[in-house]
């Protein structure tokens, strides 16, 4: 089946759904009365509060039930005596990891309302596309149907005043279909919804935030059988040959694949194993497209950006991200460019146990960037100025920059007070000449130079050179606020910084006056950028940034940087 099918499939999904919609509305006594069996008309509830936690059984959908059997299944949910469920011990260091806590503790929301606790699961990966295209149709149907159930409560209420079924989409069992629904498929979708976790809250609403930081910490792994299938497949039935022990529990599992630890037969190293699942290297177009499907339905994606240009850069990158081979050679291109570097080191690679769909690396320690929030000013600030250290000799002497802002790729080690890199799947190289015209826009924005600002932005592509003086002054405003930290004489206080906030005022200018989209480069380049100034956000980093940059410029006049 082709992907044109599968995406009408898709779409198919999604009109079914709305007509189902459609239907329950107009036939409103019948929804009424089933409010009623919900518990949602505030009227009929008792004194008491309703108080239910779901109990779902591992690799189970929670999708809303068929009214018939509600009443029935709620009595039962409600007779149940509540269940704590034990959390796994906390890995206090781990490699490779994209997230040190697969289980999550329930979180409560700001009315105090439970949010169910999802925890990873052993679950087989959807292989085929005609299997993951119905995990989404269900979602969208799922969807749908909460939606019109949160639309009916409400409709009892006599102060509601916007009655559009779409602004009930993020209720608490839909946030629970669409994490139990990434977690399951995995694969491009969710890497999608990781890159979006990684946002600062007035870009990205606080909701979408909290449904894809939670999808970022709780895939679920594969069994061992489908497990053992992808190694036997990737290095041959002898793998075990080369080590003397092998965890068959992940330490870690998220959107492409899972990791274990393991020991070097031949020395006593110990490993950490990175299995790519079945299947999604195959599935990267159909599933971004089909989640877009199911995204652009609850209308919580921005309007009026070019998505189609970023989601084709996204295709690209996620290519890359499953080739492990090619991370395999970025790993050790960043091994060699760092050996020196007292700050950072990157782990080495296990080639005899490394193919396009398994990465072996030494195994690495540390804590999360995140979680250094917690640590004193000194080490919060030596953090977040090692990473934008890291960021500008990526770009600026290497050409060649790992753009995952994923605050799990990289780990603190306190002991050795070093920053840990462990993922290259997103490593990209720059163009020369492109390069040198970026560095001499961050320039112009430092000497506040706007003229110069237009003219270099039209060299990069950022300007056509047709727009509006309202769109031109915008972009300079924008350009200039970025360039704040580097052109401020002194240590730059990032936790009092208002950065997002003046850029947001520009962004409706912007999204307005725009004639072509930003340049290709930009997409990973701002990720991973904005993922460096957002961690030193994070950290309340107070550092001195201006002469980081006023050293490489001076090297770039003298042709020691970007001469050849």
Same mark, same amino acid.
């Given at each position: 089946m082709k992907d044109k099918e599968l995406y009408a499939l898709a779409r198919g999904a999604?009109?079914?759904?709305?007509?189902?919609?459609?239907?329950?509305v107009n036939n409103f006594k019948k929804w009424k009365d089933s409010c009623f069996v919900f518990g949602l008309c505030e009227s009929r509830r008792t004194e008491k509060e309703i108080n239910i936690e779901s109990n779902v059984p591992a690799g189970s959908e929670d999708l809303r039930p068929d009214l018939s059997q509600f009443a029935k299944k709620n009595q039962t949910k409600h007779d149940q005596s509540k269940q704590t469920s034990s959390i796994a011990s906390k890995r206090e260091f781990s490699s490779l990891a994209l997230s040190q806590n697969m289980r999550l503790l329930g979180q409560i929301d700001s009315a105090g309302s439970i949010?169910?606790?999802?925890?990873?699961?052993?679950?087989?990966?959807?292989?085929?596309?005609i299997?993951?295209?119905?995990?989404?149709?269900?979602?969208?149907?799922?969807?749908?149907?909460?939606?019109?159930?949160?639309f009916t409560s409400r409709l009892l209420d006599p102060n509601a005043k916007n009655l559009d079924p779409r602004t009930f989409v993020l209720t608490h069992d839909n946030i629970e279909r669409i994490v139990a629904t990434l977690c399951k498929i995995r694969g491009a979708a969710m890497k999608l919804g990781q890159m979006l976790s990684i946002q600062d809250d007035s870009l990205i609403s606080k909701d979408v935030q909290a449904i894809f930081e939670r999808v970022r910490q709780s895939a679920d792994f594969m069994p061992s059988k489908q497990r053992e299938k992808q190694i036997v497949d990737s290095l041959g039935e002898n793998w075990m040959d080369h080590l003397s022990e092998f965890n068959p529990k992940p330490i870690a599992a998220a959107s492409i694949g899972q990791v274990h630890e393991g020991i070097l037969k031949k020395n006593g190293q110990k490993i950490a194993m990175k299995i790519q699942y079945p299947g999604v290297a195959e599935s990267i177009d159909s599933d971004i497209d089909l989640l877009m499907a199911v995204l652009n339905y609850t209308n919580i994606i921005p309007r009026g950006l070019y998505l189609e240009e970023a989601l084709n850069v996204a295709k690209k990158e996620l290519a890359w991200e499953c080739d492990y081979k090619r991370e395999a050679a970025a790993s050790k291109k960043f091994k060699k460019a760092f050996a020196a570097n007292e700050d950072v080191c990157v782990p080495e690679v296990i080639p005899e146990l490394t193919s396009?769909?398994?990465?072996?690396?030494?195994?690495?320690e540390g804590?999360? /960037?995140?979680?250094?929030?917690?640590?004193?000013?000194e080490t919060r600030s030596k953090v977040a100025k090692t990473m934008l250290q890291l960021c500008l000799t990526e770009l600026f002497e290497l050409r060649f920059m790992q753009t995952d802002p994923n605050f799990a790729n990289f780990l603190y080690n306190p002991e050795t007070e070093k920053l840990c890199l462990i993922d290259f799947g997103a490593s990209r190289t720059f163009d020369l000449e492109w390069v040198r015209n970026y560095i001499e826009?961050?320039?112009?924005? &430092?000497?506040?130079?706007?003229?110069? &600002?237009? %003219? *270099?932005?039209n060299k990069l592509g950022f300007l056509s050179g047709y727009e509006t003086p309202e769109f031109a002054d915008a972009h300079c405003e924008a350009v200039l606020v970025l360039g704040e930290a580097f052109r401020? %004489?002194?240590?730059? %206080?990032?936790?009092?910084?208002?950065?997002?906030?003046?850029?947001?005022?520009? /962004?409706?200018?912007?999204?307005? #006056?725009?004639?072509?989209?930003?340049?290709?480069?930009?997409?990973?380049? #701002?990720?991973?950028?904005?993922?460096?100034?957002?961690?030193?956000?994070?950290?309340?980093?107070?550092?001195?940034?201006?002469?980081?940059?006023?050293?490489?410029?001076?090297? *770039?006049?003298?042709?020691? &940087?970007?001469?050849?």
């Amino acid at each position: 089946m082709k992907d044109k099918e599968l995406y009408a499939l898709a779409r198919g999904a999604n009109i079914l759904a709305n007509s189902v919609c459609s239907r329950q509305v107009n036939n409103f006594k019948k929804w009424k009365d089933s409010c009623f069996v919900f518990g949602l008309c505030e009227s009929r509830r008792t004194e008491k509060e309703i108080n239910i936690e779901s109990n779902v059984p591992a690799g189970s959908e929670d999708l809303r039930p068929d009214l018939s059997q509600f009443a029935k299944k709620n009595q039962t949910k409600h007779d149940q005596s509540k269940q704590t469920s034990s959390i796994a011990s906390k890995r206090e260091f781990s490699s490779l990891a994209l997230s040190q806590n697969m289980r999550l503790l329930g979180q409560i929301d700001s009315a105090g309302s439970i949010i169910r606790r999802y925890e990873s699961n052993e679950s087989s990966v959807p292989s085929s596309r005609i299997s993951r295209l119905a995990n989404y149709g269900q979602l969208a149907a799922g969807l749908a149907l909460g939606s019109v159930g949160e639309f009916t409560s409400r409709l009892l209420d006599p102060n509601a005043k916007n009655l559009d079924p779409r602004t009930f989409v993020l209720t608490h069992d839909n946030i629970e279909r669409i994490v139990a629904t990434l977690c399951k498929i995995r694969g491009a979708a969710m890497k999608l919804g990781q890159m979006l976790s990684i946002q600062d809250d007035s870009l990205i609403s606080k909701d979408v935030q909290a449904i894809f930081e939670r999808v970022r910490q709780s895939a679920d792994f594969m069994p061992s059988k489908q497990r053992e299938k992808q190694i036997v497949d990737s290095l041959g039935e002898n793998w075990m040959d080369h080590l003397s022990e092998f965890n068959p529990k992940p330490i870690a599992a998220a959107s492409i694949g899972q990791v274990h630890e393991g020991i070097l037969k031949k020395n006593g190293q110990k490993i950490a194993m990175k299995i790519q699942y079945p299947g999604v290297a195959e599935s990267i177009d159909s599933d971004i497209d089909l989640l877009m499907a199911v995204l652009n339905y609850t209308n919580i994606i921005p309007r009026g950006l070019y998505l189609e240009e970023a989601l084709n850069v996204a295709k690209k990158e996620l290519a890359w991200e499953c080739d492990y081979k090619r991370e395999a050679a970025a790993s050790k291109k960043f091994k060699k460019a760092f050996a020196a570097n007292e700050d950072v080191c990157v782990p080495e690679v296990i080639p005899e146990l490394t193919s396009t769909r398994v990465l072996t690396t030494e195994f690495v320690e540390g804590v999360t /960037v995140d979680k250094c929030i917690d640590m004193d000013q000194e080490t919060r600030s030596k953090v977040a100025k090692t990473m934008l250290q890291l960021c500008l000799t990526e770009l600026f002497e290497l050409r060649f920059m790992q753009t995952d802002p994923n605050f799990a790729n990289f780990l603190y080690n306190p002991e050795t007070e070093k920053l840990c890199l462990i993922d290259f799947g997103a490593s990209r190289t720059f163009d020369l000449e492109w390069v040198r015209n970026y560095i001499e826009v961050i320039k112009c924005a &430092i000497d506040n130079d706007k003229q110069g &600002i237009i %003219d *270099y932005s039209n060299k990069l592509g950022f300007l056509s050179g047709y727009e509006t003086p309202e769109f031109a002054d915008a972009h300079c405003e924008a350009v200039l606020v970025l360039g704040e930290a580097f052109r401020h %004489d002194g240590p730059f %206080d990032f936790g009092a910084q208002d950065t997002t906030k003046k850029i947001m005022n520009l /962004v409706p200018v912007m999204l307005q #006056h725009r004639l072509t989209p930003p340049p290709e480069e930009t997409y990973s380049l #701002h990720r991973k950028m904005s993922g460096a100034f957002l961690l030193c956000a994070k950290l309340k980093a107070n550092i001195q940034c201006n002469h980081m940059f006023d050293e490489l410029y001076s090297k *770039y006049k003298t042709g020691a &940087i970007l001469s050849n």
